[in-house]
């Protein structure tokens, strides 16, 4: 790597149709006339190696995801990559999210939230602000977005617990799941979601996020419009190259 030069690094597999995703949402972000205009991006995609993150938080497992994302950050990072995003917003549970943060600090390497980055969008929205963010069983049980949005004023209302079930059905079950069944995804789950959706508006939100990047892969959600639906996966997209302060990391080989 020379001197400041961007170069995103992704840690992938969480989930694999996301991660590619997200990277062809960078692509599509970046102002580019030919091949080498575009940033540099390493996307590491080792699904087998991290183990479910709902699981571990709901205490069905002790097999922690941790250790292998920190093992591919630091992969990473030894290949040059100097701003480091995870396209999985049940891993920006505390739990997970602060080691990663103080595992990075110090090594010129900038970690960006998802989360943090997605509120501070909604923040910026016209206002009212009432916020629904959809999410797995996991990210919902520690309530991933809820101390992003209080810190921001923003009001927060939840699905019922019953609705939520059905949430993590759309994006866990074998059969019509977002994690199986993704291109395109299946009616079963895109009515499940949509049908949180109009729950959501009815109880008062204004805002909607995708909080889970499986439900960022139905695409055909566009069409209930950006001032509704908040997406963090293209959130992450523009957060990773809108990048100003990047310290140079190690040197590729």
Do not use: W
């Not at 959501?200 to 695409?219: H, M, N």
Request: net charge negative; proline share 6%.
């Amino acid at each position: 790597m020379v001197g400041n030069k961007l170069h995103i690094g992704i840690v992938g597999g969480v989930g694999p149709f996301a991660s590619a995703l997200l990277y062809r949402h960078l692509t599509q972000n970046t102002i580019a006339r030919q091949d080498q205009d575009h940033h540099d991006v390493t996307l590491i995609s080792y699904p087998a190696r991290i183990p479910d993150r709902t699981a571990y938080l709901l205490r069905e497992t002790t097999a922690n995801p941790l250790p292998a994302v920190l093992s591919i950050v630091d992969t990473l990072i030894s290949l040059g990559a100097n701003v480091i995003g995870i396209p999985c917003n049940t891993m920006h549970a505390p739990e997970f999210l602060l080691p990663i943060q103080a595992h990075v600090h110090g090594q010129g390497v900038q970690f960006v939230d998802m989360i943090e980055e997605t509120v501070e969008q909604i923040q910026e929205s016209s206002t009212p602000k009432v916020v629904c963010a959809l999410t797995t069983a996991g990210a919902a049980a520690v309530n991933v977005f809820g101390p992003y949005l209080r810190q921001a004023g923003l009001k927060q209302i939840v699905i019922d617990e019953r609705l939520q079930s059905e949430l993590q059905e759309a994006i866990y079950a074998e059969a019509y799941g977002l994690k199986s069944v993704n291109c395109p995804p299946s009616e079963q789950a895109e009515e499940i979601v949509r049908r949180a959706i109009d729950v959501a508006c009815a109880r008062g939100a204004d805002r909607v996020i995708l909080g889970c990047t499986e439900l960022s892969t139905i695409e055909s959600l566009s069409d209930l419009g950006t001032e509704l639906i908040v997406d963090p996966l293209r959130v992450l997209a523009v957060a990773l190259t809108r990048n100003v302060s990047v310290q140079p990391g190690p040197s590729s080989p």
